[in-house]
């Protein structure tokens, strides 16, 4: 099970955030100025977990209180085994299947700040649906096996509601951890008894994790007096291969350095811990602490004698690794600014650690004003924005607007800084952006959608796509490549507004020529938007996931009339060729037309790619 999408209304700033899709490779990442609201759609997401609000979560501008609502994605077999010991009646099964196994739960505080209330509001049940049918009963009604008369009769199933439904859901849906200062900051000393409290704990949750990870979070274990040599030895043990693991992420040296053309190495970081026991104990068991330490060759100091950015990077390191490892109950970690004290170098270090660790088990979302910490330029998927919209007219406040995927067309510069300055910041390594090869569309699906389309022909093109924020943005991008020295070509939509670019570019770039400019861009004639590649049965089975949906028009027309996140069905239909679950020909194949397009598509970039070859430098 994993947390899909959520949405928020009446929380801090944000009035209703829409339905927010998370990244489906599992790393979201919210940008946005200072007092945008990206804090507080995470922070909403942790009292959504905790069912507790406070004063100050609250909007005071109208009489709605906060509630959050999060879309979770399942399978049959997973909803039966939750519900396992009760009745299923056929009707809540037709309703699941209706909503191709998604539920959404609802938060919401109507009278207790530190109890709010769950209900499942999708799909939509009531009580009713939950009594079974007539020839129903008949099948739960026990009957003795003829073949087995002598095995005892099967467990009569209990009466399921929709309170107990939700209730259970709820008990197995992904755990929300907000990473905090507090618990999640590995200390200097934790006395061992307080490991195994319910309370609160400074430098808890770290403890906890790092025993996780060299095996010995039993934690009876450190209570053995008789064997505190043997413990001793395989502390020093597994703290050797605990460092070694930790050194593959953590890049920095302590003191490195470069003083003319000497490079002076640095010290690599080295965790140690050990177990001691408080002076006055009556035995080794009672008054016993953890000790954490730091080393890095030369000195041995408390992670709290240590910067910030060193606490903050193995505190996450020690939260992310213990809980992709484990195999627990999937879980959301939630951070705020979790770059905030780390060197860009150590960003990027922590970014690789993300990528590393997040999975289907663990989903990661964070904020950031660090264009360090947004990704590689493939990963925009994953970006959300938050930024304040103008003073209303009517009620003369500035709320939060969030946008993703398409709707990225829309943020103001300001938001969008990280991602753009990321972009520049890569060109000299080309990174993101290369000498040559580039590929600018007018938007991030298409990112997803072409290299999908090369993988279903087979085609092993050295191209590097780029998304222009809208077709209004292209001829910006275009002039900015033209400036750094770069190769580029571009691929249009077919509409009005793909012609209108098609021919200022050949105007204002092309010297005017046709033949020129047919060398540099390629128009999507006949197709509005790169969905409408596709034909309608096509989008419905292989992109949107849901055959009975029912439109008329264009697939980008009904795309954008329903607000769809287009780069997050682009990323999953992306996905779903590189796991071979859709293939150009087969039994389960696409359409002729869909596949002629394709093609057109495809050879259309080979053709752009080898004319910038043959453009002189």
């Keep these: 099970m994993k947390l899909k999408a959520f949405r928020v209304k009446n929380f801090k700033s944000i009035i209703d955030s829409g339905l927010t899709h998370l990244s489906v490779d599992y790393i979201t990442t919210v940008i946005g100025q200072n007092e945008s609201g990206k804090s507080a759609l995470i922070e909403a997401l942790d009292s959504y977990f905790k ?5 100050k979560d609250i909007r005071h501008d109208d009489g709605d209180l906060p509630s959050v609502d999060c879309v979770y994605a399942t399978s049959e077999a997973e909803i039966r085994t939750i519900l396992d010991e009760y009745q299923l009646p ?23 700040l530190a109890k709010g209330e769950l209900s499942l509001i999708l799909p939509s049940l009531t009580d009713d649906d939950f009594t079974y049918s007539e020839s129903e009963s008949e099948q739960e009604k026990e009957t003795p096996s003829p073949e087995e008369p002598d095995l005892p009769p099967e467990p009569k199933k209990k009466q399921l509601t929709v309170k107990a439904m939700t209730d259970l859901l709820f008990e197995n849906v992904p755990i929300i951890i907000f990473f905090d200062k507090q618990e999640h900051i590995l200390p200097a000393t934790i006395d061992i008894k307080s490991l195994n409290t319910s309370k609160s704990v400074k430098g808890k949750a770290a403890a906890l994790n790092f025993l996780k990870l060299v095996g010995l979070d039993d934690l009876t274990y450190f209570n053995d007096r008789k064997n505190r040599a043997k413990i001793q030895h395989k502390i020093e043990k597994e703290a050797i291969k605990f460092t070694k693991d930790f050194q ?45 330490i730091v080393g890095d060759g030369k000195q041995l100091l408390h992670p709290d004698q240590r910067s910030d950015g060193m606490r903050w990077y193995i505190s996450f390191y020690l939260q992310l690794r213990a809980y992709s490892q484990n195999g627990e109950r999937p879980q959301v970690i939630v951070m705020d600014e979790p770059g905030q004290f780390l060197h860009a170098s150590a960003q990027e270090d922590l970014l690789k650690l993300f990528e590393a660790e997040a999975n289907e088990n663990v989903n990661i979302i964070y904020t950031t004003h660090s264009p360090f910490m947004v990704g590689q330029g493939d990963k925009i998927n994953r970006i959300i924005a938050a930024q304040r919209s103008p003073h209303k007219k009517n009620d003369g406040y500035s709320h939060t607007e969030i946008m993703s995927g398409f709707e990225l067309g829309a ?42 389309f090369l993988l279903l022909n087979g085609k092993d093109i050295d191209v590097n796509i780029i998304a222009s924020t809208g077709a209004d943005n292209v001829p910006q991008l275009c002039y900015e490549f033209l400036g750094w020295g770069l190769k580029f070509s571009v691929l249009l939509d077919g509409d009005k507004k793909g012609e209108k670019v098609r021919n200022n570019l050949k105007r204002d770039l092309f010297l005017d020529d046709d033949e020129i400019a047919n060398k540099n861009v390629y128009r999507m004639r006949g197709h509005n938007g790169i969905e409408d590649i596709f034909t309608q049965k096509d989008f419905k089975k292989h992109v949107l996931g849901d055959e009975s949906v029912s439109y008329t028009g264009d697939n980008s027309k009904y795309v954008d009339e329903q607000k769809l996140p287009k780069a997050v069905l682009a990323a999953i239909f992306l996905q779903k060729v590189k796991e071979g679950h859709i293939a150009i020909e087969g039994d389960d194949g696409l359409m002729p037309t869909t596949k002629t397009n394709i093609q057109k598509v495809v050879n259309a970039v080979e053709k752009l790619i080898s004319n910038q070859a043959s453009r002189s430098e």
Excluded: C
């Excluded at 470069?258 to 140690?272: M, R």
């Design 90 to 112: 056929e009707a809540v099964v037709q309703a699941l299947r209706a909503n191709s196994w998604e539920f959404t739960l609802q938060r919401t505080w109507v009278t207790d």
């Design 51 to 55: 069912g507790v609000i406070l004063e």
């Design 248 to 292: 593959v992420f953590w890049q920095q040296e302590i003191g490195a350095s470069i003083t003319g053309s000497q490079n002076v190495k640095g010290e690599k970081v080295e965790i140690k811990f050990g177990v001691d026991a408080h002076d006055g104990g009556e035995e080794a068991g009672t008054g016993s602490y953890l000790y954490f």
């Design 411 to 452: 943020a103001s510069r300001n938001t969008l800084f990280p991602l753009m300055a990321h972009m520049g910041m890569r060109l000299s390594d080309q990174e993101v952006i290369k000498r040559e090869n580039n590929l600018i569309t007018e938007e991030i699906s298409a990112t997803y959608y072409i290299k999908a």
